[in-house]
């Protein structure tokens, strides 16, 4: 079943990235000063302030940095139990906060590769947003 996640807010800082993500592609931002590889997606350095930055298609693979498994919890989201949460490191660097789907949530352990996957996903008014990045067990 879906994750009920609202759609992100494209804008002018991360068009990049959402009009990746809608291609099924997964775009980064690097700064073009110390070549930091910055999630999430906006248009200044984290580690040097320096707003000169590039974007770059990334390969879309990465490796379980940590995950739990949520059984129970409140509201929509009770509908979809179990589902991983995790932090996923990028072959790149950064380490994103998502999902891990595609698979059964017990199987899921810290240093599995994963790949990256773009779920479609609702905004406020019911409309489809820009999907969201997720990850699945790397196939084969
Ligand atoms: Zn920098």
Known sequence: MRL???????????????EGATAGR???PQCSVCDFVIWFPREICPECG?????WFEASGR???????????IPGS??????????????EEGPRVM????????????IGDSVEAVFEEALNRD???????????????
């Open 4 to 18: 009920p996640a609202r759609a992100a807010q494209s804008n002018s800082e991360n068009a990049p990235f959402f």
């Open 26 to 28: 997964l775009v980064l």
């Open 50 to 54: 320096s707003q000169e930055v590039g």
């Open 62 to 72: 990465g490796t379980v940095y940590s995950c739990t498994v949520t059984r129970r």
């Open 77 to 90: 989201w009770g509908k979809v139990t179990p589902f991983v949460l995790a932090y996923v490191e990028l």
């Open 98 to 109: 998502t999902n891990i789907v595609e698979c059964d949530p017990e199987s899921v352990s």
């Open 126 to 140: 019911g409309e489809p947003g820009p999907p969201l990045l997720r990850f699945r067990p790397t196939q084969g």
